[in-house]
């Protein structure tokens, strides 16, 4: 039984083949809505059918230009608040702002727990998320949230490479995504290595030491949330080669692919760099070994079963 109408899917400007992709596995086209910036830069929003007493869905990850997506995301939750929908759900694929989520010095924002509430303030009932830098993010909101993991689907992929067990190193490129690696570990087989990883800046980390098992001829894949100027997964794959490692795979659930990645990846030894359709990927930054994996499934069903009330926890297994 639907808890919130008939479900609708609409699509901010963000990633748009996604939407289609998730709205065709839902058999169902795009809502029709009309998107445009006012000569000034402020952004318009219509919706261009009859939302009142639906269960909306707007998909929107808030990737680059982060402020300009996020803030498209908050006028269509707006938007749909004042037309009367039974019901909104933010479908949030790559949530932005993740990495200040908490005060790690003195005097600086804590912009994970401030976007949650722009989020809610606007209008969203509950949030589908996929991935979040910390899991902890949920708790930043009084309104159900959903976070889907994309580790099935790469998974899958990682599982095609048929990597014999006894050669496979799960790396993780810094302590903090220890629990992720686990979790792919755990699933995958093989052993864990760690890297320490020091960051200097936003842009700047150093790989100081390996801890774990020896890499010598092993095949090594790195499992990441993210690859932003990809300093981390070039880093940990660089620490890998120089350890002995046979191959080097990385893998991360989200290609923001900003300032240097693309060069940083194309000039590392990594054979294949395995992301999402999470952000789109624009032409300029298609490379051979990039490998984008679609997530456009796992929305559907988790959307299809929020509607009809049913567990989302079962995708997660
Ligand atoms: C760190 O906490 C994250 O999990 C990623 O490792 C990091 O944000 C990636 O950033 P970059 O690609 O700029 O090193």
Redesign the pocket.
């Given at each position: 039984m639907s808890n919130g109408g008939r479900l609708k899917v609409f699509s901010g400007r963000a990633n748009i083949p996604l939407a289609d992709k998730i709205a065709r596995h839902i058999g169902d086209p795009l809502g029709k809505i009309t998107l445009a910036n006012f000569p000034d830069g402020e952004i318009s929003c219509r919706i261009d059918e009859d939302v009142r007493g639906r269960d909306i869905f707007v998909v929107q990850p808030t990737c680059p230009p982060v402020n300009e997506n996020l803030m498209e995301l908050l006028v269509m939750l707006d938007c749909f608040k004042r037309a009367s929908a039974a019901r909104i759900t933010a479908v949030v694929p790559y949530y932005g702002y993740a990495?200040q989520d908490r005060k790690d010095q003195g005097r600086v924002p804590i912009t994970a727990k401030l976007v949650a509430d722009l989020i809610s303030e606007a209008g969203a009932d509950r949030v589908l998320a996929l991935d979040l830098?910390a899991a902890q993010i949920q708790g930043f909101f009084d309104i159900p949230v959903d976070h889907l993991y994309a580790q099935p689907v790469i998974n899958d992929y990682v599982r095609s490479l048929g990597i014999p067990p006894r050669d496979f190193i799960v790396l993780s490129?810094?302590e903090?995504?220890v629990k992720k690696a686990v979790a792919y570990q755990k699933k995958l087989g093989g052993e864990i290595a760690i890297v320490d990883?020091r960051?200097s800046s936003?842009?700047e980390?150093r790989q100081a030491n390996l801890i774990g098992p020896s890499l010598v001829d092993k095949t090594v894949v790195i499992f990441?949330?993210?690859?932003?100027?990809?300093?981390?997964?070039v880093?940990a794959a660089r620490t890998a080669q120089l350890a002995g490692a046979k191959e080097v795979y990385a893998c991360a659930t989200h290609g923001?692919l900003?300032?240097p990645?693309i060069e940083k990846l194309r000039e590392s030894a990594i054979k294949e760099v395995v992301i999402t359709d999470s952000i789109p990927l624009p032409p300029s930054k298609h490379l051979p070994c990039l490998k984008v994996l679609s997530v456009a499934p796992l929305l559907a069903e988790a959307i299809k079963r929020i509607n009809s009330n049913e567990s989302v926890s079962t995708l997660f297994k």
């Open positions: 990495r830098h490129p810094d903090g995504s990883k960051r936003a842009t980390t990441d949330d993210m690859i932003s100027t990809a300093g981390s997964m880093g923001v900003c300032g990645a």
